[in-house]
């Protein structure tokens, strides 16, 4: 198959070789240089050689032209994965002065089919540096529109939490997250953005200004879905450095206990009541009792104490991380 123009550069109508172009008469081509003895020479098809050639020609002359730039997007649409091409042309455009805006319309209709292409997303930054705040808008719609495909592509959320803290549009960043929390509240992604929000955003006063309303919402959450594990971790993050608070607050070993009543092997409220056992809560009557009857179900830590006892049957509800348990099992009965 030919090589086909992505952008206005390329010809509208059929392909034609560089060799037939008359704007490349002048241009000696420079084939690739495998050395004498190639092990294993590429296969490359007749049409990608020809291209290649041409541009490496005009890339070892330093040559930052119309021609050029038109080149690097035929060689682009090729590979978009050839990052000393896009390199070059970063280097055009700032030698033409060209129509940065005209060039962010070009690299998104390439993103959209190439979603996860390292080059492209770096490409996209560089240009929304030079553009400025006036372009947050649209790129955290661009984002929007490739995370309606794919919930989790890093390249997008990477690329997004940037302009957020680069360039603004935090305004409506909550309202987001609350949308994809609620089209699929396991969509781990979503929790992390919602976290990166509520301790980044200008506008929102902080994680502690925010976390009295954060804790509600996530305990939420966990009820409506004890086994998801992201509102456990979020939650846990909303007392990031601040274990005294994280105890104090009823509502964290409540959650745990309302889960636990209901199903006594949950590993996401064993594991958060292990921690907050392991940090000084003082339980309930009912929280104690509960913690009690998993003790008399099972001989072998009847004796044990509170934490030792939650300890003991992680090991044996979540097998997959036993010697983890193990270890932090023994590390309780060292400090007692």
Request: some cysteine; aromatic content about 10%; hydrophobic content about 40%.
């Amino acid at each position: 198959m030919a090589p086909s123009s992505t952008s206005s550069e390329g010809a509208a109508d059929g392909w034609v070789p560089p060799s037939r172009r008359p704007e490349l008469a002048d241009v000696v081509p420079l084939p690739q240089n495998d050395g004498p003895h190639p092990v294993v020479a590429i296969a490359y098809r007749d049409e990608f050689r020809e291209v290649m050639d041409y541009f490496r020609a005009l890339y070892f002359a330093g040559e930052r032209s119309i021609r050029a730039l038109h080149l690097t997007a035929e060689v682009i649409d090729l590979n978009p994965g050839n990052y000393t091409v896009w390199h070059f042309r970063r280097l055009i455009l700032e030698a033409l002065d060209a129509d940065l805006q005209e060039e962010m319309n070009f690299v998104d209709r390439i993103a959209e089919c190439n979603s996860k292409n390292y080059q492209i997303w770096h490409h996209k930054r560089w240009l929304a540096e030079k553009l400025g705040p006036d372009i947050a808008n649209k790129e955290h719609e661009f984002t929007k529109s490739i995370l309606a495909m794919d919930a989790k592509n890093y390249h997008a959320w990477s690329h997004r939490q940037w302009v957020l803290q680069a360039l603004g549009g935090w305004e409506t960043e909550l309202e987001y997250c609350n949308q994809l929390l609620e089209e699929d509240v396991f969509n781990n992604s979503a929790w992390n953005q919602r976290y990166l929000v509520i301790t980044r955003s200008p506008l929102l006063g902080g994680l502690a200004a925010m976390r009295d309303s954060e804790v509600d919402y996530t305990v939420g959450a966990i009820l409506a879905n004890p086994q998801n594990e992201s509102p456990w971790r979020y939650l846990k993050g909303l007392y990031k450095g601040e274990n005294n608070l994280l105890v104090a607050d009823e509502r964290i070993s409540d959650v745990c206990l309302e889960v636990l009543k209901n199903d006594s092997t949950c590993v996401f409220a064993l594991s958060l009541l292990l921690d907050l056992l392991h940090t000084g809560l003082q339980p309930s009557d009912e929280l104690r009792g509960t913690i009690e009857a998993m003790k008399n179900s099972d001989p072998e830590i009847a004796d044990a104490d509170l934490a030792t006892a939650v300890c003991s049957v992680l090991q044996k509800c979540d097998p997959l991380r036993i010697n983890y348990w193990s270890w932090y099992r023994t590390t309780i009965s060292s400090e007692t």
